[in-house]
């Protein structure tokens, strides 16, 4: 059974750090591109990053570029999300989540493709 479980969230102030966890089990992640995505309010799901590990694949969208890294331990079956110099508009429901074809790419990171989701890390960015 594929589960996916984050964690990491929390509340932070601008300009500080957090690192997500994405925890995989029922499946070995490293040749399935793993796909973070938040939800703020009132507004649609987005792409924020992906990895695929065995192929050293990575994939950010423009508003978190050269703020956000993304990195695997595939020993712990695991992805991270370092998240620094969050802005409050990074605050969010964080999910990870999954397609079940392996190497399916991470050239475009679409909610509507992912066939698996895990419950999603509430964070905050906030004074």
């Known amino acids: 059974q594929v589960q996916l479980v984050e964690s ?9 750090s957090l690192r997500l966890s994405c925890a995989a ?15 703020a309010p009132g507004k649609e799901r987005e792409g924020v990053s992906c990895i695929i590990s ?9 508003f978190v570029k050269g703020r956000f890294t ?14 620094n110099n ?3 508009e990074d605050t969010a429901v964080y999910y990870c989540a999954t397609r079940s074809v ?18 999603g890390t509430q964070v905050t960015v906030s004074s």
């Open 102 to 119: 392996v190497f399916s790419g991470c050239a475009a990171l679409h909610a509507d493709e992912q066939d698996y989701w895990g419950q």
């Open 70 to 83: 993304i990195s695997a331990d595939n020993a712990k079956n695991t992805v991270y999300l370092q998240m």
């Open 8 to 16: 990491g969230g929390g509340l932070v102030q601008p300009g500080g």
């Open 86 to 88: 969050l802005k409050v």
């Open 54 to 62: 065995s192929g050293g694949v990575t994939n950010f969208a423009d």
């Open 25 to 39: 089990s029922g499946f070995s992640l490293k040749n399935y591109a793993i796909v973070w995505f938040r939800q």
